[in-house]
């Protein structure tokens, strides 16, 4: 049996078992939305809710008995250095979005990743307040609720996402285009909008995490787009470091304009 079709066989495997808990986490968070979980707030005036901690018990517990060899990576648990050693990491936010979601926003979302050699290789944002649920695997697209998606081919106005600076500091040719997007508490979410066509591309301000960007970077580079850095190249997930700097997202002409813009303003 050829290499490719094993590797293509654990990958829809890993796909299949990301899917699966991702859809129980969601089933969990939903017993919390809305019901006024009790909340902390944790180092960088960040909020979790119980929500958040018993969703990442709960992938933790499922997806690290069926790949005891991969490492782990969550927002919710403590790092450790020994998921460097690992060939795969899962890469979570139990709730992407938990500003939202105590808010009673329905933009929130469970996102997991299969990160390897620092890219993510399947991904899945389970989004049950919306009844929405993103999945890609590297080379066969990405899809919602089992349909295709694709980003937008840009044409007209141009519906941009992200802080108003960022947006601001965008050529008045280009910017003269933009209608502002409404702010999405969650920042995978906001991808996934990107990646359905729903708006045309996002900035995403410094201090993101491997954790808000994995499993929705994945899903936009299968829609046909990109996350890119200040110089145009993707980001590495699951390493040492997992915070990132300035980040654009989107496709065509139009994410090259946004990257360039990021470069300037930090030269």
């Avoid at 939305?33 to 499922?62: C, I, Y």
């Amino acid at each position: 049996m050829p290499v490719t079709e094993l590797t293509d066989r654990a990958l829809d495997a890993d796909l299949d078992l990301i899917r699966d808990a991702a859809r129980e986490a969601g089933e969990l968070a939903m017993r919390y939305f809305r019901r006024d979980p009790q909340v902390w707030m944790k180092a960088g005036n960040s909020p979790v809710t119980e929500g958040d901690l018993a969703v990442d018990k709960l992938l933790r517990d499922r997806l690290s008995a069926a790949r005891p060899d991969y490492g782990w990576l969550s927002e919710e648990t403590a790092d450790s250095p020994e998921r460097l050693s690992a060939a795969r990491t899962f890469v979570v936010d139990p709730i992407d979005g938990t500003r939202g979601f105590i808010a009673g926003s329905d933009e929130w979302c469970v996102s997991v990743a299969v990160v390897e050699a620092g890219r993510p290789v399947a991904g899945v944002l389970d989004c049950p307040a919306k009844a929405e649920v993103y999945a890609a695997r590297i080379g066969v697209g990405a899809v919602c609720n089992g349909k295709a998606i694709a980003v937008r081919q840009a044409a007209g106005e141009l519906r941009v996402g992200g802080p108003k600076a960022l947006i601001g500091a965008m050529p008045e040719r280009s910017r003269g285009r933009f209608v502002n997007v409404a702010y999405i508490p969650s920042l995978a979410y906001r991808l996934a909008m990107v990646a359905s066509g729903r708006i045309d591309a996002t900035f995403i301000k410094a201090n993101s995490h491997d954790w808000d960007l994995a499993a929705a970077d994945l899903i936009l580079a299968e829609a046909g787009g990109a996350v890119l850095d200040r110089r145009g190249e993707t980001p590495s997930y699951a390493r040492r470091e997992t915070r990132h700097g300035t980040l654009v997202a989107g496709s065509g002409p139009l994410l090259g304009e946004m990257a360039q813009s990021i470069r300037d303003m930090e030269n």
